[in-house]
């Protein structure tokens, strides 16, 4: 697939065009200039092309600045075309200059000139100096109205030759698990990520708020085809006052709806918080399977270690009825110790949670329980019979149960019911949902 890298100074409106022919809203927009830090990629609508959203390119010779500008340059190397982008209102810019004829040393592939923000001409700077940066014809585009991207497109087509008409592979063919990692700021995600990938492709420093976007990064490890999802850290709402960190939280909890999987990173050598707590019951309230990841485990002192594991089990168990056993995993993303064994758990739950138990099973294991516990008398004092039970649902698990007379099933019978199938069936990690209907065997017949 072909590797399109969006390039340019700061501010120009590369996020904002990213978006645009994505069709989608994943990189963070905003006015303030250096807001994108990561490299983030995503599918150009209805052609085999990946895009590439790159951070604005800085003089900073340390920090994240540089970090950032280094990441991108990177992306630039490796691009099979670049789009360059220039601000119209601002006109040309002696960075614009600087960047450029690095941009020129760095790749010899083709570059195409974008002048954005160009949807008023009256608004415009001396277009014509944009051709001193060496690019060509410059091409007029407003990425916020989504105006000019014929162009865009006939110039990518014509480099991609018979790759522009290969067939796009529809969403629901994408099998690889998605797999999000959340959690406070500086708990150690991005240090994971890195870990996982083998590489530095997230910026890493010890201090909070360096991960801005939720960073989509496709990979395969321990035998699987993964997408891993590098997320903002979540910090207290009162601790929360720019407009740029809660949107990128919002977009962090928007990711726990797009993953399969949940990896809650928590630092181990402190107490869980109760933010963590509540991140948790998000995702298990969104059907989604949760690992909750121990990191920095290896500065736990030894002889604590089996006393604090035990006291968070408890602690996770006696906050969440939605699930029987969480999943909780020490591991050292800085030495790599449990993280292999942490993506085989994983990968255990998700094809426990991919099968169809057999409808015969799950009877047998419902007139056990029932045989077991008798449901309680509605509040009309009459009896509740449950008939008939079935597998309706997959990611998360979801149980249908044909009730006869009074339905007013209680939620402290519904929650010994999910106990007993989840043991049974090998489910404790997982979410399950139980669902009563109101209407006869419909196999009563056969």
């Not at 592939?109 to 009256?122: D, I």
């Not at 099973?361 to 004092?381: F, G, H, T, W």
């Amino acid at each position: 697939m072909m590797k399109i890298v969006i390039a340019g100074r700061p501010n120009t409106g590369k996020s904002t065009l990213f978006n645009a022919l994505t069709g989608t809203r994943d990189a963070l927009v905003h006015d303030r200039p250096g807001v994108t830090r990561d490299t983030i990629c995503g599918n150009i609508r209805n052609r085999p092309y990946m895009l590439y959203d790159t951070a604005g390119l800085e003089r900073d010779k340390t920090g994240i600045a540089a970090d950032s500008t280094n990441m991108a340059i990177d992306a630039v190397q490796s691009a099979d075309a670049v789009l360059f982008v220039v601000d119209g209102r601002v006109g040309l810019t002696n960075e614009d200059l600087d960047w450029a004829k690095l941009v020129r040393r760095k790749t010899k592939a083709p570059v195409l000139l974008l002048v954005n923000k160009s949807e008023s001409v009256k608004r415009l700077a001396n277009v014509h100096d944009f051709y001193k940066l060496g690019f060509g014809e410059p091409v007029m585009v407003a990425a916020e109205h989504k105006q000019g991207f014929d162009a865009v497109f006939e110039f990518l087509d014509k480099i991609a030759g018979d790759a522009a008409n290969a067939p796009v592979p529809e969403k629901n063919e994408d099998n690889r698990i998605k797999i999000a990692i959340l959690g406070q700021p500086n708990v150690g995600k991005s240090t994971f990520v890195n870990r996982v990938l083998g590489e530095k492709k997230q910026i890493v420093m010890d201090a909070p708020g360096i991960t801005r976007d939720t960073v989509k990064i496709p990979t395969k490890f321990y035998g699987r085809d993964i997408i891993l999802m590098d997320t903002a850290g979540l910090r207290r709402k009162a601790g929360v006052t720019d407009d740029v960190e809660t949107l990128s939280a919002l977009k962090s909890l928007d990711a726990i709806e797009k993953a399969d999987v949940v990896i809650l990173m928590v630092d181990a050598t402190k107490n869980i918080e109760n933010q963590a707590l509540g991140i948790a019951a998000r995702v298990y309230n969104a059907g989604k399977i949760l690992c909750v990841a121990l990191n920095k485990w290896d500065l736990v002192e030894p002889e604590i270690r089996d006393e604090k594991l035990l006291k968070l089990k408890h602690q996770f168990s006696n906050s969440f009825h939605q699930i029987i056993k969480p999943l909780i995993l020490a591991v050292s993303a800085e030495t790599g110790t449990g993280v292999q064994n942490m993506f085989r758990r994983i990968y255990e739950q998700w094809d426990i949670s991919s099968a169809q138990a057999p409808t015969s099973l799950i009877n047998r294991i419902v007139e056990k329980l029932v045989a077991d516990r008798q449901p309680p008398l509605s509040r009309l004092k009459r009896p509740m019979k449950i008939k008939f039970a079935r597998q309706t649902g997959r990611h998360p698990m979801k149980i249908t149960i044909n009730v006869g007379g009074a339905s007013d099933i209680p939620e402290s019978y519904t929650r010994y019911l999910r106990r007993g199938i989840a043991t049974a069936l090998k489910w404790e990690h997982l979410p399950i949902i139980i669902e009563y209907q109101k209407a006869d065997n419909p196999y009563e017949d056969q």
